[in-house]
């Protein structure tokens, strides 16, 4: 009798992992609470996937051997109690799909850079000739991959909803950026089980694995020792001379592996400001390890492209400067894009959220931001913080209404910086759909 596996999510991950699922010959249903579009309905239908949307029917879903969850359902959902209840394994489409690959898994996470830095490394693996799938919280998803590819290597982008729902995976390199508050409502506003998570990407790793981290975030530090990690470890930092790693030397930086070492002024690099040039020598530490010829490490680091919605410059219009920073979702990821405006900054904030404390970006409004635009529905937070410190501060409900007061408020040679602290579900899709909506808005005007 076949294993009945049941998917709970339509989405990317979702009907990745029931693609993956059909291939390996399990019986597979997918439910979604809400709608399936047309194209993951039409992939489902051709893969032979039962499925249904606008809810859930208890009896199908519980009589699952096992349950792979959306990283966007919490575990709090009531079916994912009754899940657990029934004692009804419950994992993600990470740990699904790598049970079904051989491939060399490089996996990054974070609070903020993962993107950027999952993107940098798969650049220079694919420049260096490496065959090399590029999934996780980035791309196709890992599952579909899987089931469809035939890659060598995996770069695995890791959120901490994902990292929640792995027991067995095993990482053979894994980076962990830092991590500062950010989705803490899943968490029981508890900073400890949030980093507890993030630490999950190193379970299971042993000493022929890699654990590249910040020793300069304070928070991965705490944790760090009590992680008990087997992996070798291999540290990057702006403040302290590490004899393996990464560090700062006056206008250059250093990547030292054993006796390999890598030099790049920064000068050099392509991606600027702070939060870069730690996502440059992580991403450097990782082409090391790997064994990828230095040149190719270089080139890299020197031409890689910003990615979208992350300190996108968009357009100069009457002199004023348009970026786009729509993937800042938490303080810390605003914090650096504030910290890189070099020009008076009319700073567009706002929408659902997380629990943020405004008050770690005071010093930096203070000197940075000449006028607040708030985007969202509820901007009484914001207000609190800023009112009396910044003026004015002007409530707008759509990003072209935002685009528009903040280039009333803006003088030659200023800018307009779009990174929002917030999550975007009160007005918009999801951070894309914002920064999209941001980018078609500055060109109307």
């Given at each position: 009798?076949?294993?009945?596996?049941?998917?709970?999510?339509?989405?990317?991950?979702?009907?990745?992992?029931?693609?993956?699922?059909?291939?390996?010959?399990?019986?597979?249903?997918?439910?979604?609470?809400?709608?399936?579009?047309?194209?993951?309905?039409?992939?489902?239908?051709?893969?032979?996937?039962?499925?249904?949307?606008?809810?859930?029917?208890?009896?199908?879903?519980?009589?699952?051997?096992?349950?792979?969850?959306?990283?966007?359902?919490?575990?709090?959902?009531?079916?994912?109690?009754?899940?657990?209840?029934?004692?009804?394994?419950?994992?993600?489409?990470?740990e699904l799909a790598a049970r079904y690959t051989a491939a060399k898994l490089v996996c990054i996470t974070g609070s903020n850079g993962k993107t950027t830095t999952t993107s940098l490394i798969y650049d220079i693996m694919k420049r260096a000739g490496l065959n090399v799938g590029l999934g996780g919280n980035i791309g196709r998803s890992f599952a579909w991959q899987v089931a469809t590819e035939n890659f060598g290597y995996y770069v695995l982008e890791l959120s901490s909803f994902q990292l929640d729902g792995m027991y067995r995976f095993k990482a053979d390199v894994a980076v962990l950026l830092n991590i500062t508050p950010d989705h803490l409502d899943r968490y029981g506003y508890r900073m400890e089980n949030y980093a507890r998570s993030k630490f999950r990407i190193a379970q299971n790793m042993d000493k022929n694995g890699f654990f590249i981290y910040c020793a300069d975030d304070e928070v991965t530090m705490k944790y760090l020792a009590e992680a008990n990690i087997q992996a070798q470890l291999l540290g990057f930092s702006r403040r302290q001379q590490l004899?393996?790693?990464?560090?700062?030397?006056?206008?250059?930086?250093?990547?030292?592996?054993?006796?390999?070492?890598?030099?790049?002024?920064?000068?050099?690099?392509?991606?600027?400001?702070k939060h870069n040039l730690y996502n440059s020598m992580?991403?450097?530490?990782?082409?090391?390890?790997?064994?990828?010829?230095?040149?190719?490490?270089?080139?890299?680091l020197m031409s890689f492209e910003s990615i979208e919605h992350r300190l996108e410059p968009v357009l100069k219009v009457g002199g004023v400067l348009f970026i786009n920073d729509s993937k800042a979702t938490n303080i810390n990821s605003t914090w650096y894009a504030l910290e890189s405006m070099t020009a008076p900054t009319v700073w567009i904030v706002g929408g659902v959220d997380k629990g943020n404390d405004y008050g770690e970006l005071l010093e930096l409004v203070k000197q940075k931001v000449k006028?607040?635009?708030?985007?969202?529905?509820?901007?009484?937070?914001?207000?609190?913080?800023?009112?009396?410190?910044?003026s004015p501060i002007v409530d707008t409900r759509s990003a072209a209404e935002a685009v528009k007061a903040a280039y009333r408020l803006c003088g030659k040679g200023d800018t307009v910086l779009l990174s929002p602290a917030c999550a975007s579900f009160d007005l918009f899709q999801n951070y894309e759909d914002r920064g999209e909506q941001f980018k078609r808005a500055i060109r109307y005007l």
């Amino acid at each position: 009798m076949k294993k009945r596996l049941v998917i709970l999510g339509g989405g990317e991950s979702g009907v990745g992992a029931a693609v993956l699922g059909s291939a390996k010959g399990f019986d597979v249903f997918l439910s979604d609470r809400g709608s399936i579009g047309a194209s993951y309905a039409d992939t489902l239908q051709r893969h032979g996937v039962a499925c249904e949307q606008g809810g859930h029917t208890e009896a199908l879903i519980l009589s699952a051997d096992e349950v792979v969850k959306s990283p966007g359902i919490p575990d709090t959902a009531p079916i994912v109690q009754k899940l657990l209840a029934a004692g009804v394994p419950v994992i993600s489409e990470i740990e699904l799909a790598a049970r079904y690959t051989a491939a060399k898994l490089v996996c990054i996470t974070g609070s903020n850079g993962k993107t950027t830095t999952t993107s940098l490394i798969y650049d220079i693996m694919k420049r260096a000739g490496l065959n090399v799938g590029l999934g996780g919280n980035i791309g196709r998803s890992f599952a579909w991959q899987v089931a469809t590819e035939n890659f060598g290597y995996y770069v695995l982008e890791l959120s901490s909803f994902q990292l929640d729902g792995m027991y067995r995976f095993k990482a053979d390199v894994a980076v962990l950026l830092n991590i500062t508050p950010d989705h803490l409502d899943r968490y029981g506003y508890r900073m400890e089980n949030y980093a507890r998570s993030k630490f999950r990407i190193a379970q299971n790793m042993d000493k022929n694995g890699f654990f590249i981290y910040c020793a300069d975030d304070e928070v991965t530090m705490k944790y760090l020792a009590e992680a008990n990690i087997q992996a070798q470890l291999l540290g990057f930092s702006r403040r302290q001379q590490l004899s393996q790693g990464a560090c700062l030397n006056n206008n250059k930086f250093t990547a030292m592996y054993k006796n390999n070492s890598l030099e790049m002024l920064l000068d050099e690099l392509s991606l600027k400001g702070k939060h870069n040039l730690y996502n440059s020598m992580a991403a450097s530490i990782a082409g090391q390890v790997l064994r990828i010829k230095k040149d190719y490490i270089r080139k890299s680091l020197m031409s890689f492209e910003s990615i979208e919605h992350r300190l996108e410059p968009v357009l100069k219009v009457g002199g004023v400067l348009f970026i786009n920073d729509s993937k800042a979702t938490n303080i810390n990821s605003t914090w650096y894009a504030l910290e890189s405006m070099t020009a008076p900054t009319v700073w567009i904030v706002g929408g659902v959220d997380k629990g943020n404390d405004y008050g770690e970006l005071l010093e930096l409004v203070k000197q940075k931001v000449k006028a607040i635009v708030c985007m969202g529905v509820d901007n009484r937070k914001i207000h609190e913080a800023f009112d009396g410190v910044v003026s004015p501060i002007v409530d707008t409900r759509s990003a072209a209404e935002a685009v528009k007061a903040a280039y009333r408020l803006c003088g030659k040679g200023d800018t307009v910086l779009l990174s929002p602290a917030c999550a975007s579900f009160d007005l918009f899709q999801n951070y894309e759909d914002r920064g999209e909506q941001f980018k078609r808005a500055i060109r109307y005007l």
